[in-house]
């Protein structure tokens, strides 16, 4: 019996041999072409092309997405923003050296301040109508390290503020570092904040106020405030956030009072340990 069985799977073994060598019609010619336009590859793009190597132009644009995973929407700091700004509503800027969506008067900011590696614009207008509107726009740029952050944010400061006679130099309540100027006849405002690693570059503008000759100091330098601290997390109430602890490194996040108006987002701290590689500016 047991012969039997090794006769029979001897035999089998070689009818299978003997079917892969044979020119069956069901063999594949590895050699003939195919044509890919007869074949139904739906909405996908069948086009050759060459994937060549990342640089760190790109990698340094990435980062400046990233960002966005942290900073609060101009509607979140103040819900009378709930109307996105500019031309282009569905735009999401992320930069490096030509500051895309800013008004900064420089189109290479490495050249003006070093250690500089990418930057993040987040806006929002109170109204669809931008001639009765209040815009907001703040940028955060990201450096090498805390001391190349604060150099860049005095070098673009006197930057922006000799682009124009009509610049005034004002402050910021609780804010003394920050460097802001406002322009009277356009009711608009530029700040400059150094924050660890980063620079806040913010400007806002009340058209309205402006078009009926009564512009409104306080009002942007509140706004000014506004942005500044929501988006700083030394300037707000942090408390341990489980969510956001990663390996051996801790960031603080923040929770808030509902009566606060701030939301839990914000640039994050310095964090302790080597691992939080998801935190912006960790791979430079």
Same mark, same amino acid.
């Given at each position: 019996? +047991?012969?039997? #069985? ?10 299978? $041999? ?11 010619? $590895? ?6 336009? #007869? ?10 092309? %060459? ?28 819900? +009378? ?49 931008? %001639?009765?509107? *209040? ?12 001391? *190349? ?55 806002? %503008? ?30 707000? %109430? ?13 960031? +603080? ?23 939080? +590689? ?7």
């Amino acid at each position: 019996m +047991r012969r039997a #069985k090794i006769l029979l799977a001897v035999g089998l073994a070689a009818a299978l $041999a003997a079917g892969c060598g044979s020119g069956s019609s069901h063999s594949v010619d $590895a050699t003939v072409p195919v044509d890919v336009s #007869k074949l139904d590859v739906a909405g996908y793009n069948t086009t050759l092309t %060459t994937i060549g190597k990342q640089d760190l132009n790109r990698s340094k644009v990435s980062e400046g997405q990233r960002l966005a995973r942290v900073l609060p929407l101009m509607m979140e700091i103040d819900p +009378r923003f709930k109307y996105q700004d500019g031309t282009d509503p569905s735009a999401v800027y992320g930069f490096t050296d030509d500051p895309i969506g800013t008004d900064l008067h420089t189109e290479n900011i490495s050249a003006l301040s070093p250690g500089f590696i990418t930057g993040f614009t987040v806006n929002g207008a109170t109204d669809s109508h931008s %001639t009765i509107a *209040t815009s907001a726009y703040y940028t955060v740029l990201l450096f090498t390290d805390s001391a *190349t952050a604060s150099a860049g944010a005095k070098s673009l400061a006197a930057n922006q503020f000799n682009h124009l006679q009509t610049n005034q130099p004002v402050g910021i309540d609780g804010h003394p570092d920050t460097q802001a100027f406002w322009r009277p006849a356009d009711d608009e405002m530029d700040s400059f904040t150094a924050h660890s690693r980063y620079v806040i570059y913010a400007t806002v %503008t009340d058209y309205a106020m402006s078009d009926i000759g009564s512009p409104d100091l306080q009002e942007l330098q509140t706004l000014t405030k506004k942005i500044i601290e929501a988006i700083t997390p030394a300037r707000r %109430t942090p408390v341990p956030h489980p969510g956001l602890h990663r390996g051996t490194g801790t960031i +603080r996040g923040t929770q808030h009072a509902a009566q606060q108006n701030v939301p839990d987002r914000g640039l994050p701290e310095e964090p302790t340990g080597g691992s939080l +590689r998801r935190v912006p500016g960790r791979l430079f």
